[in-house]
């Protein structure tokens, strides 16, 4: 005589089909909204912002932090001191380490810390040319 075995989420979401919590969920019997389309990696993203409002232009933290370390030597550039240069990828380095660690809303993020010395240096670079 074989034995069924019903774990407590199998048994928790079968009570919750006898009682009704199921029946007229919206959308019950539509197709999904991207049925046929080709697979997008980044599906999740775009559903996001799309639920965000991707009008106002707001990007997931994580994606802004991408986009601002990219960014990172147009704005060092913009500033006048060494000190400030330092101040700035201080900041920059603090929100990559909370990027890492997942205290950031959005997808991943395996930025390195970007090298204070590094970024001094080539600032000094431009100026100089």
Same mark, same amino acid.
């Given at each position: 005589?074989?034995?069924?075995?019903?774990?407590?989420?199998?048994?928790?979401?079968?009570?919750?089909?006898?009682?009704?919590?199921?029946?007229?969920?919206?959308?019950?019997?539509? &197709?999904?909204?991207?049925?046929? *389309? %080709?697979?997008?990696?980044?599906?999740?993203?775009? #559903?996001? @912002?799309?639920? $965000?409002? +991707?009008?106002?232009?707001?990007?997931? &933290?994580?994606?802004?932090?991408? *986009? %601002?370390?990219?960014?990172?030597?147009?704005?060092? #550039?913009? @500033?006048?001191? $060494?000190? +400030?240069?330092?101040?700035?990828?201080?900041?920059?380095?603090?929100?990559? *380490?909370?990027?890492?660690?997942?205290?950031?809303?959005?997808?991943?993020?395996?930025?390195?810390?970007?090298?204070?010395?590094?970024?001094?240096?080539?600032?000094?670079?431009? *100026?100089?040319?």
């Amino acid at each position: 005589m074989a034995h069924w075995y019903e774990s407590a989420v199998d048994r928790r979401i079968r009570e919750a089909r006898e009682q009704g919590e199921f029946d007229n969920l919206p959308g019950t019997g539509k &197709p999904l909204s991207d049925h046929g *389309r %080709e697979y997008d990696e980044d599906w999740w993203i775009k #559903d996001w @912002l799309q639920r $965000e409002g +991707a009008g106002s232009g707001v990007l997931p &933290p994580t994606l802004a932090l991408r *986009r %601002e370390v990219e960014d990172l030597p147009a704005a060092v #550039d913009r @500033l006048r001191s $060494e000190e +400030a240069v330092r101040d700035l990828v201080a900041e920059v380095n603090e929100r990559i *380490r909370k990027a890492r660690v997942g205290l950031l809303d959005g997808p991943a993020v395996l930025l390195p810390p970007r090298d204070p010395d590094e970024v001094v240096r080539g600032w000094r670079e431009r *100026r100089s040319a």
